[in-house]
């Protein structure tokens, strides 16, 4: 994978509303594992075991330390590899399988590169992990409540407890905590970024439109917004509005009637094109992200739970990396990427596979142009054009 250097990545990771994160190391780790709930403690030991080391710059130069660090991501990484095989409610959905891909990759990346003394390189790394744990615990809501009882280290600011919250799922909490945040900004940290992902979890978790207008209103009332952070978090009040009328429960309609209310949602953003269209618009300043929001979490569950036609599996596959592309202000960008991937793996040759060639090649592009022009690896290359042959171009 191709990476722009630490400070500049780590812009980049903080410009999404995301950070930190990590893993494991626990007591009861290697009694007989039979479900993802137990893989997940462990996980979660480990992260918030991690998190002092992650807060210290310079804790990562002590040999003991990286000795640990490294057992333990590398384990973690391995607990990852093994979820999916214990358990596969989540398998047909892309964007589960992108988390637990990127997670992996990220993880053993960073294995590899602590003895080198990559320190600050393996922080931000460690760091940009959480942003995973996010986009998989807020596809929509999760079967069974978590625990919220998690006591987080000392010395984190209060974004950090927030969205470490967020992604440990602890939703009743990190709702309070990035209010909070959102509240006290700091010279790193926007207001808008904590609210950001506070829209996230309302839209996507709570699917509550009324509390989010109350919580937006009364932070602005508390808070002197920029224009900029004004206007965005004006454009949500009025999906929100417009939205609480249809905030019925979508369980009871039918795969067909979901996947309209989707294509519904993708028009008003302005970005659903008609299929012979040759361009694939995509608008990377969306004023639109409640929309956006609610379409990824729509597919997310049908994909997950129903046995679709092709046309309309095939379709459902490149509606999804469509939301994301317009919402890379709240996720990864590889995730987004690596879901137009799949809309080609899924169906090769398929009907919206050109489409979404394109579009994973201009990530690629995109992520890998620097002063020098654009600088591809030779796996990169492979890779290209291997989907390209896939895409049938
Ligand atoms: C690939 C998706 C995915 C990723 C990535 C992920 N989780 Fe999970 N996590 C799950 C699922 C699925 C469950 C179980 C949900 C259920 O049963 O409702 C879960 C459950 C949990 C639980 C609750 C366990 C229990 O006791 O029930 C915790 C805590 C947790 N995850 C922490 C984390 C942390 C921390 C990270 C990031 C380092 C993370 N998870 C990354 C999918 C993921």
């Known amino acids: 994978m191709k990476l722009a250097s630490p400070v500049s990545s780590m812009c980049a990771v903080l410009r999404h509303s995301t950070l930190i994160c990590l893993l494991c190391c626990s007591a009861f780790a290697e009694s007989g594992k039979t479900n993802i709930e137990k893989e997940m403690r462990d996980i979660n030991t480990v992260y918030l075991d991690l998190r002092p080391i992650l807060l210290s710059p310079n804790a990562l130069a002590d040999p003991k330390v990286k000795e640990r660090v490294e057992r333990d991501v590398r384990r973690i990484a391995n607990e990852f590899h093994a979820v999916r095989k214990q358990d596969k409610r989540w398998d047909n959905d892309p964007g589960y399988q992108a988390s637990l891909k990127l997670m992996r990759d990220t ?70 905590a990035l209010v909070d945040a959102s509240l006290v900004p700091t010279d790193d940290q926007t207001p808008i970024e904590s609210m950001r992902a506070l829209l996230t979890l309302y839209v996507r978790v709570l699917k509550d439109p009324v509390k989010a207008i109350a919580t937006f209103k009364d932070i602005e009332s508390k808070l002197k917004l920029s224009h900029d952070q004004s206007v965005e978090m004006h ?65 997310h569950e049908v994909l997950t739970k129903e046995k679709l036609p092709p046309a309309e599996a095939q379709e ?53 142009s620097g002063s020098s022009g654009v600088m591809l690896s030779e796996a990169d290359k492979r890779k290209a054009a291997k989907l390209k042959k896939l895409a049938g171009i």
Request: some cysteine.
């Open 235 to 299: 454009s949500w009040i009025s999906s929100l509005e417009k939205w609480k009328p249809s905030s019925a429960k979508l369980d009871t309609k039918s795969a067909q009637e979901r996947l309209e209310t989707a294509r519904h949602l993708l028009k008003q953003a302005g970005i659903y094109m008609p299929l012979r269209s040759r361009s694939t618009p995509v608008d990377q300043y969306s004023n639109h992200a409640v929309e956006l929001l609610r379409a990824t979490s729509i597919l």
């Open 107 to 176: 993880l053993r990346d960073v294995a590899g590169r602590i003895r080198g003394g990559h320190t600050e390189y393996v922080r931000w790394r460690l760091l940009s992990l959480e942003s995973h744990c996010i986009s998989c615990h807020t596809r929509f809501e999760l079967v069974d409540p978590f625990p919220q009882n998690y006591s987080l280290p000392e010395g984190m600011s209060r974004f950090e407890k927030a969205t470490a919250l967020l992604a440990m799922g602890a939703y009743a909490r990190a709702e309070k």
């Open 316 to 368: 459902a596959d490149f509606m999804l990396p469509l939301a994301y592309d317009s919402l890379d202000q709240f996720f990864p960008w590889e995730y987004t990427q690596y879901l137009y991937e799949k809309c080609i793996r899924r169906h090769p040759k398929g009907t919206y596979a050109e489409k979404c060639f394109n579009r994973w090649n201009d990530l690629l592009t995109l992520r890998s």
